[in-house]
């Protein structure tokens, strides 16, 4: 039988670092997973549902964590890329993103583009001021090395599409020429 435990009793539950700040009640369960999806069918339409309470959508507390700003889009899409990782190099990588690194990256490039824009803004908004000459120029040069750097990030080949996606590979060939074999590997001897 489950026992279900509102978060107003059990402040632990949902403190106020969680990640989507909403309100929720743990399920605690034993047994087989058709009978523990059942129970939470019967709970959720039952005694939940009277209560006007119900069970969380798939990623929707990814979601609430990206509204409420606990997440960035980077991350939010490697909750997702965790959540569908069969092997462990996707896991790894969905891990990467969801420390934060990425979304830093392209946070840290965004400002800088601001600050460009800034600077070239001043120099037409207030050309009789006295604003360095060389503004210009710097800026010309700042934003060619923040484009190359850009086009190096972007220059891995797809790198993570194609880990996260697999690559199809079809063996073909004639009948009995030996393309199970080759799928299934080299005998041990």
């Keep these: 039988m489950s026992a279900v435990s509102c978060a107003s009793e059990r402040r632990s539950t949902c403190r106020p670092r969680a990640s989507s700040f909403a309100p929720c009640a743990t399920t605690l369960g034993s047994g087989r997973a058709k009978s523990a999806s059942r129970s939470l069918e019967v709970v959720s339409y039952g005694a939940l549902g009277r209560l006007g309470l119900r069970l969380a959508e798939p990623g929707e507390f990814t979601r609430r964590a990206f509204l409420n700003g606990k997440l960035d889009l980077v991350q939010a899409e490697a909750v997702a890329d965790l959540a569908a990782a069969e092997t462990e190099v996707q ?3 969905a891990l990467r993103q969801l420390d934060g690194h990425l979304g830093q ?10 600050r460009l824009l800034a600077h070239l803004e001043a120099a037409i908004d207030f050309p009789d001021e006295d604003l360095p000459p060389e503004i210009e120029a710097r800026v010309a ?3 060619a090395g923040l484009s190359a750097e850009i086009e190096r990030h972007l220059a891995d080949g797809h790198r993570g599409e194609r880990l996260r996606d697999g690559i199809a590979v079809a063996i073909v060939g004639p009948p009995n020429a030996g393309k199970s074999s080759l799928l299934r590997g080299p005998k041990e001897s």
């Design 105 to 114: 990256l392209y946070r840290g490039w965004g400002e800088r583009l601001l």
């Design 91 to 93: 896991r790894r990588q």
């Design 141 to 143: 040069a700042e934003s």
